[in-house]
T-cell receptor
Framework: TQLLEQSPQFLSIQEGENLTVYCNSSSVFSSLQWYRQEPGEGPVLLVTVVTGGEVKKLKRLTFQFGDARKDSSLHITAAQPGDTGLYLCAGARGSNYKLTFGKGTLLTVNP | NAGVTQTPKFRVLKTGQSMTLLCAQDMNHEYMYWYRQDPGMGLRLIHYSVGEGTTAKGEVPDGYNVSRLKKQNFLLGLESAAPSQTSVYFC???????????????FGQGTRLTVV
């Protein structure tokens, strides 16, 4: 059973379009992180959300943590080819240091 | 500042052989992790450590052993490699903002292991 479910699994869009990817769980998380991974590289941290209802913006990327701290979303405005990559959400429950990941959303932005 | 360094980067093993993957971090992080990444499966946690001398099992620990004798190093061992262990292995280290909240991980470049 996957603790963190990400959707969609694959997403292919044209440059300039907007998109949202989701990370859902039936469990409460103390925080969630979003990472981006490019081919042949390790994941790189984008953001951490800690408070229920929190919204964080990173240039064209907007991250939201659900009020109940069970889900999160990543919205990209005016996607660019440089946004192409595997987007992963991750989290730990309570004060547990066991960091688990979702399966990821593979995003392709076509020029 | 090297961050997290994994060695080797590539390795081919024959079934039944053993090997050790080394992970070294220079950020003085308390927590370290070993993951494997397979197509369509995301990152799956093998073992992790919350401090020097401590280790714990993750989601897929069978067939692997780990040791954390020094804070900066986390070793992953395969005693008798099997084709099912063909994968890309990632090591990560992290700190915690406050008692497990906001764990932010830094990853190595990965080790691509093929078992034939």
């Amino acid at each position: 059973t996957q603790l963190l479910e990400q959707s969609p699994q694959f997403l292919s869009i044209q440059e300039g379009e907007n998109l949202t990817v989701y990370c859902n769980s039936s469990s409460v998380f103390s925080s969630l992180q979003w990472y981006r991974q490019e081919p042949g590289e390790g994941p790189v941290l984008l953001v951490t959300v800690v408070t229920g209802g929190e919204v964080k913006k990173l240039k064209r990327l907007t991250f939201q943590f659900g009020d109940a701290r069970k889900d999160s979303s990543l919205h990209i405005t005016a996607a660019q080819p440089g946004d192409t990559g595997l987007y992963l959400c991750a989290g730990a429950r309570g004060s547990n240091y066991k960091l688990t990941f979702g399966k990821g959303t593979l995003l392709t932005v076509n020029p | 500042n090297a961050g997290v360094t994994q060695t080797p980067k590539f390795r081919v093993l024959k079934t039944g052989q053993s090997m050790t993957l080394l992970c070294a971090q220079d950020m003085n992080h308390e927590y370290m992790y070993w993951y494997r990444q397979d197509p369509g499966m995301g990152l799956r946690l093998i073992h992790y450590s919350v401090g020097e001398g401590t280790t714990a099992k993750g989601e897929v620990p069978d067939g692997y052993n780990v040791s954390r004798l020094k804070k900066q190093n986390f070793l992953l061992g395969l005693e008798s490699a099997a084709p099912s262990q063909t994968s890309v292995y990632f090591c990560a280290s992290s700190y915690s903002r406050r008692r497990g909240i906001g764990i932010e991980a830094f990853f190595g470049q990965g080790t691509r292991l093929t078992v034939v």
